[in-house]
């Protein structure tokens, strides 16, 4: 004894058949959802009459239903934004989870346009209802017990493409979820670890400093002292740069640009983190002298300390030569190192938010966020950052910053 989807399948004429196999390929093989449905569309229309095809999805707490998608491919085509999509049949499909028809009574002296035939179907999977197909014909004709059995088959496939592309979303979500417990497991370890260096040298030589049983000199004192000091520096820097990531990345942050004369820039700058820097030789190059470029001070600053920091870190005795110039597309500014290099394999994920190259990282204190801050400035200002290096030879970070505030771009666009 056969099932009743049996019996409908053998109600199907040939090219019905032929039709309902090319759907069901295109909803197994088609990644995007609206090409799918373009697709599925235009077969569907060489095998059943209707004018509008419009697809209507259930949305969570809400009582009235938007078109997901729609196509006129018939009568009343050129016309399309004018005509009616089926609200009310995919209120009533969806709320009855039936079949839904309703015709207009034909008028021959009245605007075809004017008397819609509407067939709704219900789309359901594991007894869910998802939204609504309508299918619209103008001026009739009535649909058949043959064509229903037909528009049911092509539902039930466009069904299967809806909830293909919800099940994908869900493991693309759920993926997301485990990546970002990884990354949040790995932060807390990094960032931990990171903490407690400074906290136990902090709480180590305080406490060695508090005991009773032993008096200590001035000198071993302010040593002490000065590591205490060095550290606590150490730790505030740690959590400004957490707390700068965090804002950066999430677009908090507004850019105060202005003119900054790069020569009186860097002279200032570099004095100040010369005496911090004893391990680098650093030479500037400002060409030409009076070159100007409209930036943020502070952050410029931060960009500045974090390269520099950064070049003492991994590649330091070495020369570090920064150069300013222009270029067609911009004020160019270098920093070339002649350090150890990047491998080849980092340079890709530098910039990344917590990434410090393995080879390079062992014995070296950081939490990775240096060049993602970078980074985050640099687009900031519209620029553009980015690395070349070579093993043995050394490392060069290139920023590209636009002449002039985008406001200024804007208007002069």
Not at 119 to 129: A, D, E, F, V
């Amino acid at each position: 004894m056969m099932n009743d989807k049996t019996q409908t399948a053998i109600q199907l004429k040939p090219e019905e058949l032929e039709a309902v196999y090319t759907i069901s390929k295109i909803v197994s093989q088609e990644v995007d959802v609206d090409s799918a449905l373009e697709k599925i569309t235009h077969i569907s229309r060489q095998v059943l009459i209707f004018d509008n095809a419009v697809v209507y999805l259930k949305e969570k707490d809400r009582m009235e239903f938007e078109p997901f998608f729609a196509r006129a491919i018939g009568r009343g085509k050129k016309m399309a934004y004018d005509l009616p999509w089926g609200d009310e049949a995919a209120n009533e499909t969806i709320n009855s989870g039936d079949v839904y028809i309703r015709e207009a009574k034909l008028e021959p002296d009245k605007d075809r346009l004017e008397q819609g035939f509407y067939l709704g179907l219900p789309m359901i999977t594991s007894g869910n209802i998802l939204g609504a197909l309508i299918f619209i014909r103008f001026g009739g004709p009535s649909y058949t017990k043959e064509q229903i059995n037909l528009a049911q088959f092509i539902t039930t496939h466009v069904s299967q493409l809806f909830e293909q592309k919800r099940l994908v979303e869900t493991i693309a979500n759920l993926e997301a979820e485990r990546r970002l417990a990884r990354l949040q497991d790995d932060f807390i370890a990094m960032v931990s670890h990171d903490l407690k260096t400074p906290l136990g040298f902090i709480k180590g030589y305080t406490t060695t400093l508090l005991r009773k049983d032993t008096d200590w000199d001035k000198e071993t004192q302010l040593e002490f002292l000065t590591i205490i000091d060095e550290e606590a520096d150490r730790l505030s820097e740690m959590i400004e740069n957490l707390l700068d990531s965090y804002k950066l990345k999430s677009g908090t942050i507004h850019m105060d640009l202005s003119e900054i004369n790069l020569s009186v820039f860097f002279q200032s700058v570099l004095g100040h983190i010369s005496t911090q820097e004893p391990n680098l030789e650093i030479e500037v190059e400002i060409e030409p002298s009076e070159l100007v470029v409209y930036a943020d001070h502070k952050w410029m600053v931060q960009v500045i300390n974090n390269l520099v920091n950064n070049a003492s870190k991994y590649a330091p005795n070495s020369h570090l030569t920064i150069r300013a110039y222009y270029k067609p597309e911009g004020v160019k500014i270098e920093f070339k190192d002649t350090g150890p290099g990047i491998p080849s394999n980092s340079l890709q994920h530098i910039f990344k938010r917590f990434y410090r190259v393995p080879e390079r990282s062992a014995g070296v204190r950081g939490t990775g966020l240096g060049l993602f801050i970078c980074k985050q400035i640099i687009d900031s200002h519209q620029g553009e950052i980015w690395v070349e290096s070579e093993l043995e030879k050394g490392t060069t970070f290139h920023i590209l910053l636009p002449y002039s505030p985008p406001e200024e771009e804007a208007k002069n666009g």
